[in-house]
């Protein structure tokens, strides 16, 4: 596939762009991030940016964001070449990135987020000794907020007890109170739920009729039809194409991205349609009765039989992922019981859990997951050390061989299995984690959003290592915020709701055709926002 | 060529080894008789008392914790093995109770810390507190020294004074002891679960390793080899001072750090830190010998871990960069590290009320 064939006509250079890079370079020691990138932004426009982990989507909101300064090419601000400094010269310039980590500071109050280091002062005495005038400021914001939907009585309350949603619009509004042009917005829906993704959506079609541009980064191309003006798809540091509105459709970006035709999330839908395994007599391998923590979950019970998947659903703070570190023995749980093939267990650590049979794949991989600088063999080996002794002692030869054969069987693409942990892209470092769970041979893996942050490709790969495992004997549970890899995979679905079990759902693999599946999202909906019942 | 040379540099105890030859030649050409055979005995006795409280602190430090009170156990241990010869004990009851000491404050420095997670630096600067003081109350009771020589002290004194095959115990002790926890760090589960719970504490909880566990045994052996060096010492001493002890922390995390043992956790090295306890222990000889001021040997500490710290971030930095790309080409982010106790609640994630 040429780069051409997929382009649009170029864009006349006009009065409308307000933001541009023109045949950027970026280098690093031994790579090329950014190889000769051009693309512009007009007023009033979303334009997205995708691609896989690695093709040159961070390094390009850097630049933008005067992180990094380009090794070539330059960057037109309203069609003038500047030199962006520093990000806050970005921000003097008009343009304000949206990180993915929140920058928001969790102590402060929304409007003194929107106003930190810029606060309006009251009072006779100079600068630094003065008092903040929050009426002021308040004023000031208060309609931009009440535009976006922001509960205004939220205004005084710490940045810490808003949710994701929330915080997304304190980083708009804030971006708005700086006056600027262009908002970058870095995979602003991660970890948002489906109905505050919506909400989302909605806000940046208003920062569009504020004539404010948005440059949206994103790994959820479902998310883009019907969205996104225009596409630009980066592949290995290169821009392989940009498609317009009507062009853009999931699959397309897709074999854009990886340069192959690979099986998109409808294509798992329709193949998972109707094959539901018979597992109804299948052994039990983990139950769980009446378990409560303090006001995580209370009396949750679940039950999962060999060769199946079990879904859990729900919005944010549901307790999912509290109810899932309480069986791992992460948190202490306040009554219920856990069974491990109708054996009672006692749990109080992460030790116990992984002898008594349950591994846990976490969330958060970068600070949950992956041991930084250990090695690949050495995070796969982590969860099974006393297996690899020989006298005693860690026999590195054994070690290898282990990570050898994961690293094979999963395709975990590292240089060798010597290589840090850290240097592998997020899809790796996932199924490096996962072979770390696998390798403890455990009854049963629990999987906190096991696709959280990592391509197309990879996700693929991990739905399908996960049918393995299940296949192969195992049983999983699956807890994830993306209804269709939820109902795609699992054969049933808990729902919960402010940490309590509201209903179950069959999978896609039950349903028959399209009105049953879309009866059954709707379902699903409605039990976790808590409009129905099942 | 740069690259290799800061490979190398990286590896353990290459840049320490290299720095400690530089060190023993310079003291030789100075003043000849440092290198005499009795001279170079003394400096390495002298280097397995810190060699012994550094040891421990390697494993603390791996963990991702610190122990300040490392010295004071140490002087107190000295105090109590000495106060029990005094009172014409057997000098095994004497040992024991020396090592008891150790293991005690270790025990609880672990507890308050591991199991009821309580923030290191001040439950060991707690630490050091009570057992600097319970050393002057104990000196206060009864002058902490050997008064009559029977057989029974001569088979106390002899940890310190005998010798084995020409070669004196303490050094026999600290050997084994050096080569018996770097096979333990670097070959069995237990070092290589420290190493993990110090490099990400939350992923090792998850990936089964019992974090609380091992965080308390760290601080148990760091209270024990704290003891052993203690009971030497009153051996060698013949005599505890009140204030034994004082300022011995510093000069552990010195030799830990200068050895190649991150102070924010996850790596560590027990030969590194053995090394850099050599070092220092032949610049103290050395400096003396050569009639400079002792007080310089505390400003070089002080400047040793500071220069430590910015070189390994130099050749971490350096040769990560080569060799991965950017990715690696900074400093690891490792501000959780210090308040993990705090951190741990919001990592939960959506678990918070």
Redesign the interface.
């Known amino acids: 596939m040429t780069a051409a064939a997929e382009t649009a006509p170029e864009i006349a250079r006009s009065a409308a762009e307000v933001l541009a890079i023109d045949h950027l370079v970026k280098r690093?020691?031994?790579?090329v991030?950014v190889d000769d990138v051009s693309f512009a932004i007009e007023r009033g426009a979303i334009h997205a940016l995708v691609g896989e982990n690695g093709a040159g989507k961070s390094t390009i909101i850097k630049v933008l964001s005067g992180v990094y300064q380009p090794d070539g090419g330059q960057v037109l601000v309203r069609g003038e070449p500047k030199r962006i400094r520093s990000p806050h010269h970005a921000q003097e310039l008009g343009v304000t990135t949206i990180h993915q980590e929140q920058t928001l500071i969790d102590s402060l109050t929304a409007i003194e987020n929107v106003f930190l280091g810029r606060e309006h002062l009251k009072g006779p005495l100079p600068r630094v000794l003065n008092i903040v005038d929050t009426g002021r400021m308040r004023q000031e914001v208060l309609s931009l907020f009440e535009d976006f939907e922001f509960d205004i009585r939220q205004l005084g309350r710490a940045v810490r007890d808003l949710s994701g949603l929330e915080k997304q619009i304190v980083e708009i509004v804030k971006a708005l109170a700086f006056r600027s042009e262009v908002i970058i917005m870095d995979e602003p829906t991660a970890g948002l739920t489906e109905h505050e993704r919506i909400a989302l959506f909605r806000h940046m079609r208003r920062l569009q009729e504020r004539d404010t541009a948005v440059l949206w980064v994103t790994h959820r191309l479902e998310e883009l039809e019907g969205m996104a003006d225009r596409v630009h798809v980066l592949r290995d540091a290169r821009l392989v194409g940009t498609l317009t509105k009507e062009e853009v459709t999931p699959a397309r970006v897709v074999r854009m991205m990886i340069g192959r035709d690979v099986d998109s999330i409808e294509s798992l839908v329709a193949e998972q349609k109707g094959t539901a395994a018979e597992t109804a007599d299948h052994d039990e391998v983990l139950r769980v009765e009446g378990l409560s923590r303090g006001?995580?979950f209370t009396d949750v019970s679940l039950m999962v039989r060999r060769g199946e998947i079990l879904g859990i659903g729900g919005l944010?703070?549901?307790?999912?992922?509290?109810l899932a570190?309480a069986i791992?023995g992460?948190?202490r749980l306040d009554s219920g019981e856990i069974h491990i093939q109708n054996k009672r267990v006692g749990i109080r650590?992460?030790?116990r859990?992984?002898t008594a049979g349950i591994?846990?794949v976490?969330?958060?991989r970068k600070?949950?997951?992956?041991?930084?600088?250990?090695s690949v063999t050495?995070n796969i080996t982590?969860?099974a050390?006393?297996r690899f002794?020989r006298a005693?002692?860690?026999n590195s030869r054994m070690e290898a061989d282990e990570a050898d054969r994961y690293i094979a069987d999963l395709q975990i693409r590292a240089r060798s299995n010597r290589?840090?942990m850290?240097?592998l892209s997020g899809g790796n470092q996932q199924k490096a984690i996962i072979a770390?769970a696998l390798s403890?041979g455990p009854a049963v893996i629990i999987f906190d959003e096991p696709t959280q942050g990592v391509d197309i490709g990879a996700k693929m790969e991990i739905f399908k290592l996960i049918n393995d495992y299940v296949a192969g004997g195992g049983s999983a549970v699956i807890i994830s915020s993306e209804m269709v890899e939820l109902l795609g995979l699992s054969s049933r679905v808990l729902v919960m709701r402010k940490g309590q079990i509201v209903g179950e759902l069959p999978g896609y693999q039950k349903a028959g055709g399209e009105a049953d599946v879309h009866s059954l999202e709707e379902r699903f909906m409605a039990l976790a926002v808590g409009a129905g019942t099942a | 060529m740069r690259r290799y040379l800061g490979q190398a540099f990286a590896a353990d105890g290459v840049a320490i080894g290299l720095a400690l030859v530089i060190a023993v030649l310079a003291f030789s050409i100075l003043e000849p008789a440092f290198w005499s055979i009795d001279n170079v005995l003394n400096v390495i006795v002298q280097s397995a008392f810190i060699m012994l409280l550094a040891v421990g602190m390697t494993f603390v430090l791996t963990a991702g914790g610190i122990d300040l009170s490392v010295g004071a156990v140490m002087g107190f241990s000295a105090g109590v093995s000495m106060y029990v010869m005094g009172e014409g004990y057997w000098f095994g009851i004497a040992i024991l109770a020396g090592l008891g000491t150790g293991l005690f404050f270790g025990l609880l420095n672990g507890f308050l810390v591991a199991r009821l997670g309580l923030n290191d630096f001040i439950v060991t600067l707690g630490s050091l507190g009570v057992a600097g003081g319970a050393l002057r109350l104990l000196d206060s009771i009864r002058p902490l020294r050997l008064e009559r020589v029977v057989e029974e002290t001569e088979a106390f004194t002899f940890l310190a004074h005998g010798k084995v095959i020409g070669i004196p115990v303490p050094i026999i002790i600290a050997v084994g002891v050096v080569i018996g926890l770097e096979i333990l760090l670097r070959r069995s589960p237990f070092g290589r679960r420290v190493q993990a719970v110090g490099m990400q504490r939350d992923a090792a909880e998850l990936a089964g390793v019992n974090v609380a566990r091992i965080r308390h045994t760290v601080f148990i052996m760091a209270g024990l080899l704290a003891a052993v060096a203690g009971v030497l010492m009153a051996a060698r001493l013949s005599s505890v001072p009140a204030r034994l002890g004082l300022g011995f922390e510093l000069q552990a995390i010195a030799a830990a750090v200068l050895g190649g043992t991150s102070l924010f956790g996850g790596r560590g090295t027990v030969v590194g830190t053995a090394l850099a306890a050599l070092l220092l222990a032949t610049l103290n000889a050395g400096l003396q010998i050569s009639g400079v001021d002792a007080t310089w040997y505390r400003v070089i500490l002080g400047v040793g871990i500071v220069a430590a710290v910015a070189f390994h971030q130099w050749t971490v930095r350096f040769s990560a960069a080569q060799a991965f790309g950017p990715a690696l080409a900074r400093p690891p982010p490792r501000s959780d590290r210090r308040s993990g106790d705090e951190g741990q609640k919001d990592a939960r994630g959506e678990a918070g009320p």
Do not use: C, H, V
Not at chain 1, 28 to 31: D, E, K, R, S, V
Not at chain 1, 367 to 372: D, N, S
């Open positions: 690093f020691p031994g790579t991030a006001r995580d944010a703070g549901a307790g999912r992922t509290a570190r791992i992460a948190d650590n992460t030790a859990a992984l591994a846990y976490p969330k958060e600070t949950q997951g992956i041991l930084p600088e250990f050495r982590m969860s050390l006393e002794r005693g002692l860690l290589q840090p850290d240097s770390r403890a």
